[in-house]
């Protein structure tokens, strides 16, 4: 018989939470179904995993999103400009299937288009994915058809990367995949999904955090370089990632990552940029010289001053607001008295990003709702900021009704619709403050305060800080002792402050 200093110490294995345990919205919104979970329920002996559930369960809430969509698909796309506004259902979609050359077999970035728009403003990833969706569009019937075939089949695959986001975000936080289901059932998630493209770096963004989290930091960076290669924001992980890396030592993982997104980002992008380089920079140049836009505060700002600020000065102000909000994050990472989550620090970089941005297209909060679910998993944070979305995606279509009508009574006025940008504003403000305060205070977070430490940081979930500053260092040396008992045990309970 092996002696208790032989016998190994089996840590039992860490208990899935569940929300209607937890959090209050949850279990008050469980009522719908039979209420929160009991203590005798036989969980995980069902074919109805989380998982299962919360894919099936976003690919309804977007199949409801396409059918709030069907007054433009029967007319309101091509019969008057404000209706596809009054219904709240405009799309880009079938809009640019003629007017970006897809009807007349144009190839993307290679043949210049006619009128002002010489050559397709999307990054190469995504003017593929666009460019996929007109191959598969049956080219039969008049234009009006085609447009409504195109975004069909746009449709169908930009559901595949709904469904995609859902699953990753549920497996993305092991002990957590009901969390998943905030994304699925997002209202503003299933309003915006098909009015652009950028469900495509949406899902690749979470298939990266998704990798990180599994300590696989080369699949990782790939897959944030081909999201880059569709959109510009995702680039913006590696700077928390860095600063989050330096603070633990994990050097070989971040430079794992990065080589791994450079060198997804080339592969798309370097053929493109050496055989027609006018229309591959003609995302960057139309980025740079892009006035100010919908939904940003500059437009507020514009429309109320007899002296609007020039495009030069908003570029330049813009861009240093974001090197700000880097420096601003670094130093919270730094001082923090426990090593922020790797979400936590993705959402607040991105979200710098959107709010001091020129322009805040609608379908942008879809860049910002996996983040936002993985920073701060509470329903009720989630969903005042989501109230705060829908008022805006509804603000900017009755504004452009406004516009376009002609009717002073139709609509919503320009002062109203600078109510609904500053709604969507302090909604986005709103969620970065209590992630701040999260970070802050460990013991508010709801992640650490089930017991884990950072579920979404792979190799830098548990792992010891090398770099600290300020007070933050004696926090930790105070902390680490009752820190690694809690990791060797398995012992759940409140995190070490």
Same mark, same amino acid.
């Not at 299937?97 to 397709?120: C, E, H, N, S, T």
């Not at 990054?123 to 019937?141: D, H």
């Not at 975004?151 to 092991?174: D, P």
């Given at each position: 018989m092996p002696s208790a200093e032989t016998t190994p110490v089996r840590v039992a294995e860490p208990e899935t939470v569940r929300p209607t345990r937890e959090d209050e919205i949850a279990a008050a919104g469980s009522e719908l179904i039979g209420g929160p979970v009991g203590r005798r329920a036989l969980l995980g002996t069902s074919w109805w995993t989380p998982v299962r559930v919360i894919a099936l369960v976003a690919i309804g809430m977007f199949a409801l999103g396409l059918v709030q969509k069907a007054p433009c698909y029967n007319g309101a796309w091509f019969f008057g400009a404000s209706s596809q506004y009054t219904h709240a #259902?405009? +799309?880009? =979609? &079938?809009?640019?299937?003629?007017?970006?050359?897809?009807?007349?077999?144009?190839? !993307?970035?290679?043949?210049?288009? &006619?009128?002002? *728009?010489?050559?397709?403003?999307? &990054?190469?990833? %995504? /003017?593929?994915? *666009?460019?996929?969706?007109?191959?598969? %569009? !049956?080219? +039969?019937?008049? =234009?009006?058809?085609?447009?409504?075939?195109?975004?069909?089949?746009?449709?169908? *695959?930009? *559901?595949? #990367?709904?469904?995609? =986001?859902?699953? #990753?975000?549920?497996? %993305?936080?092991?002990?957590? &995949?009901?969390? /998943?289901?905030l994304v699925a059932l997002a209202p503003a998630f299933a309003l915006t999904a098909t009015i652009n493209w950028d469900l495509l770096a949406v899902a690749l963004t979470a298939a990266a955090m998704l990798m990180w989290s599994r300590s696989r930091p080369v699949a990782f960076g790939v897959l944030l370089g081909l999201a880059t290669a569709a959109k510009l924001y995702p680039v913006f992980l590696l700077g928390p990632l860095l600063v989050l890396c330096w603070r633990a030592g994990k050097w070989r993982a971040f430079f794992q990552a990065t080589g791994g997104a450079v060198a997804a980002w080339l592969v798309v992008n370097l053929p493109v940029m050496l055989f027609a380089f006018p229309g591959w920079s003609k995302f960057y140049t139309f980025s740079h010289d892009r006035s100010v836009d919908f939904g940003s505060f500059w437009l507020i700002w514009a429309q109320n001053s007899s002296n609007p600020p020039s495009i030069d000065f908003v570029n330049t102000t813009a861009s240093a607001l974001v090197v700000l909000s880097f420096v601003g994050i670094a130093a919270l990472a730094f001082f923090a008295p426990r090593r922020p989550r790797f979400a936590q620090l993705a959402f607040l970089m991105v979200a710098a990003f959107i709010l001091t941005n020129k322009v805040y297209s609608p379908q942008y909060v879809l860049w910002l709702v996996p983040l936002a679910v993985l920073a701060r998993p509470k329903w009720r944070d989630f969903l005042v900021w989501q109230a705060c979305e829908v008022a805006y995606f509804l603000g900017i279509w009755m504004y452009l009704a406004y516009t376009t009508s002609g009717d002073a009574h139709k609509g919503l006025p320009t002062n109203g619709y600078h109510w609904a940008i500053a709604l969507h504003l302090l909604g986005t403000l709103y969620l970065c403050a209590v992630v701040v305060r999260d970070i802050l205070m460990p013991e508010r977070d709801v992640v650490r305060r089930a017991g884990d430490d950072d579920p979404s940081g792979g190799v830098l979930d548990g792992a010891p800080d090398v770099f600290v500053l300020g007070g933050a260092a004696q926090d930790r040396r105070a902390a680490e002792p009752a820190e690694a008992l809690r990791l060797e045990w398995g012992v759940q309970g409140e995190p070490t402050p």
């Open positions: #259902c405009y +799309s880009d =979609i &079938p809009h640019l299937y003629q007017g970006r050359g897809f009807a007349d077999g144009l190839v !993307p970035y290679f043949d210049k288009l &006619p009128g002002d *728009m010489d050559y397709l403003e999307y &990054p190469v990833l %995504t /003017g593929v994915f *666009m460019e996929v969706a007109a191959w598969l %569009t !049956p080219g +039969s019937g008049g =234009i009006q058809q085609q447009e409504q075939w195109y975004w069909f089949v746009n449709a169908a *695959m930009l *559901m595949i #990367c709904a469904a995609v =986001i859902a699953v #990753c975000v549920a497996r %993305t936080h092991r002990r957590r &995949p009901w969390d /998943g289901l």
